[in-house]
């Protein structure tokens, strides 16, 4: 039965490793912001009550282990389940045993994070959630230690990468004008959600460095992955080639694990044989089971991509009879998602490409993509309040300032990526939308009570637990300063007071 060895990839151990265990890093980073931000958000006193939200999904038919009841202790216990699950696949301890248990453990993973999201509702609105949702599903058919990693879950996973990334570049050149005449990046670092600590000397390069970063950004996104499925060394060269602008995204700013998920992901492409050539300390094999030790004796040399072997005698995979049971479950998982994959491949080239959307209520087979205009302009919102009784532009205005979202001149951003901070970045959306957002003026009012488990989530109460008399809502423009600028006054930051957006308010305003 040697054209069995053809659903085997014995040489992609370490993509293995770093999938399995890289989707569940980013599972823990995940289950770590939804405890500390759910319940201040949407828990059962949160900004958008998840019970009052619950009633809706028996129309909606999403699937949510909330259907039936909600509570912030129930939100807590699962959060807890699933730091302990992911942070154990980390370690590589389900690994150990029979394919079925990391399956299970992804699948258990996945059921408990889509819960979350189905009634996240706008704080849950993100492309790496569904991002997520759906590597962890895929990634749950690599099997473990105890076999060889499935070609075919390696190829949707692959598939996968190609979506996110090509998805990505598609959405730009169909998007702004800036993608197109490579200006995009004249203002993006300075405009994008949420900085980091070099956005500034990122926006500083000069013009013709930030031409040069669009045209690579399209080469990466547009051209690079249709190489992941090249023979090798080009499928690992174009892997490399994604994880390194990858990298520098991750350096010029925060996208919660949106870029960490490329990362990993790419990984599915990279042969070992290849990373060992390249870098000679590193181990042939990874793992010490009988079949890697077949596959090493192996007279056959592995030249080909996802799609060849050269792996030599079919004592490479074992021959009992439940992991010829595994290779078939995995195979149909493959198959299942490829037809899923029919509907984002049918909208990556549609005239009118979606966005981040889901087909189907499973997050399976989603299609992704970001940025496809860039904001030319940082209008910031910037929430104040005030112990005065009677509220004037002369009255002791105090700001509330947010983890991650720009406030003081002279402050440095923060490098929040991987974790998310969804207050600060709902934030960003408000000037670009409307500030009548029904979660924001909750927010008003949680501040106007002076809610603890609201003001955890900024980086400082500036009236310490007292309740402010009024809060009012302004914008202000926001402009890296120059280098010139900033040797006179250290302000990383030029800000341009703009106008009053929401008239100063009290507690019994914002209750009516």
């Keep these: 039965m040697d054209w069995v060895l053809w659903f085997s990839a014995p040489d992609y151990e370490l993509a293995r490793i770093v999938l399995q265990r890289g989707v569940a890093a980013l599972y823990f980073v995940a289950f770590l912001s939804s405890l500390n931000q759910f319940p201040a958000l949407l828990g059962e006193r949160g900004l958008l009550p998840v019970p009052d939200f619950v009633t809706a999904f028996h129309r909606l038919r999403r699937p949510t282990l909330f259907r039936w009841a909600y509570s912030d202790r129930l939100l807590r216990w699962m959060c807890a389940a699933g730091l302990v699950i992911s942070g154990l696949i980390v370690l590589g301890i389900p690994q150990l045993g029979p394919p079925w248990i990391p399956l299970v453990a992804f699948l258990v993973l996945w059921a408990l994070y889509m819960s979350i999201v189905n009634v996240g509702q706008t704080f849950y609105g993100f492309g790496w959630e569904m991002l997520l949702l759906e590597a962890g599903f895929t990634v749950a058919f690599l099997g473990s230690d105890q076999s060889p990693p499935p070609t075919a879950i390696l190829l949707v996973t692959a598939w996968l990468a190609f979506r996110l990334e090509f998805g990505a570049g598609m959405i730009k050149i169909r998007g702004g004008q800036e993608w197109r005449d490579l200006t995009a990046l004249y203002y993006h670092h300075e405009t994008q959600p949420?900085?980091?600590?070099?956005?500034?000397?990122?926006?500083?390069?000069?013009?013709?460095?930030?031409?040069?970063?669009?045209?690579?950004?399209?080469?990466?996104?547009?051209?690079?992955?249709?190489?992941?499925?090249?023979?090798?060394?080009?499928?690992?060269?174009?892997?490399?080639?994604?994880?390194?602008?990858?990298?520098?995204?991750?350096?010029?700013?925060?996208?919660?694990?949106?870029?960490?998920?490329?990362?990993?992901?790419?990984?599915?492409?990279?042969s070992d044989r290849v990373v060992h050539a390249a870098f000679p300390f590193t181990p042939v094999r990874y793992s010490s089971a009988p079949w890697a030790v077949s596959a090493t004796r192996s007279d056959g040399v592995w030249s080909g991509?996802?799609?060849?072997?050269?792996?030599?005698?079919?004592?490479?995979?074992?021959?009992?009879?439940?992991?010829?049971?595994?290779?078939?479950?995995?195979?149909?998982?493959?198959?299942?998602?490829?037809?899923?994959?029919?509907?984002?491949?049918?909208?990556?080239?549609?005239?009118?490409?979606?966005?981040?959307?889901?087909?189907?209520?499973?997050?399976?087979?989603?299609?992704?993509?970001?940025?496809?205009?860039?904001?030319?302009?940082?209008?910031?919102?910037?929430?104040?309040?005030?112990?005065?009784?009677?509220?004037?532009?002369?009255?002791?205005?105090?700001?509330?300032?947010?983890?991650?979202?720009?406030?003081?001149?002279?402050?440095?951003?923060?490098?929040?990526?991987?974790?998310?901070?969804?207050?600060?970045?709902?934030?960003?959306?408000?000037?670009?939308?409307?500030?009548?957002?029904?979660?924001?003026?909750?927010?008003?009012?949680?501040?106007?009570?002076?809610?603890?488990?609201?003001?955890?989530?900024?980086?400082?109460?500036?009236?310490?637990?007292?309740?402010?008399?009024?809060?009012?809502?302004?914008?202000?423009?926001?402009?890296?300063?120059?280098?010139?600028?900033?040797?006179?006054?250290?302000?990383?930051?030029?800000?341009?007071?703009?106008?009053?957006?929401?008239?100063?308010?009290?507690?019994?305003?914002?209750?009516?």
Excluded: C
Aim: glycine share 6%; no cysteine; hydrophobic share 50%.
């Design 305 to 512: 991509g996802l799609f060849a072997g050269g792996l030599g005698e079919p004592t490479g995979y074992p021959g009992d009879v439940f992991s010829w049971l595994w290779a078939v479950v995995a195979l149909a998982a493959a198959v299942f998602l490829a037809v899923l994959g029919y509907w984002p491949a049918k909208n990556l080239f549609s005239g009118h490409q979606l966005m981040n959307a889901a087909f189907n209520r499973w997050m399976l087979g989603n299609t992704y993509g970001a940025f496809g205009s860039v904001t030319k302009r940082r209008i910031e919102i910037v929430v104040e309040g005030t112990l005065d009784d009677v509220p004037s532009d002369d009255s002791d205005w105090r700001e509330y300032r947010f983890k991650g979202k720009p406030g003081e001149a002279q402050r440095i951003p923060r490098q929040w990526a991987p974790y998310h901070l969804r207050l600060d970045w709902l934030m960003w959306f408000l000037p670009l939308r409307t500030v009548h957002e029904e979660w924001f003026y909750a927010f008003l009012f949680r501040l106007l009570e002076a809610d603890p488990p609201t003001l955890r989530l900024l980086r400082g109460d500036p009236f310490d637990g007292e309740r402010p008399r009024w809060i009012r809502v302004r914008s202000a423009l926001y402009e890296f300063s120059s280098r010139e600028r900033f040797r006179q006054t250290h302000e990383r930051w030029d800000i341009t007071p703009l106008r009053v957006l929401i008239r100063p308010i009290e507690l019994r305003d914002v209750a009516q």
């Design 194 to 270: 949420m900085p980091g600590p070099l956005s500034r000397q990122f926006h500083l390069l000069p013009k013709r460095l930030h031409r040069i970063e669009a045209v690579g950004n399209h080469f990466a996104q547009l051209v690079v992955p249709f190489f992941l499925f090249a023979p090798q060394p080009l499928a690992t060269i174009a892997a490399a080639i994604v994880i390194v602008t990858q990298l520098w995204l991750i350096l010029s700013g925060n996208f919660a694990w949106l870029n960490w998920s490329a990362i990993v992901l790419a990984f599915s492409a990279v």
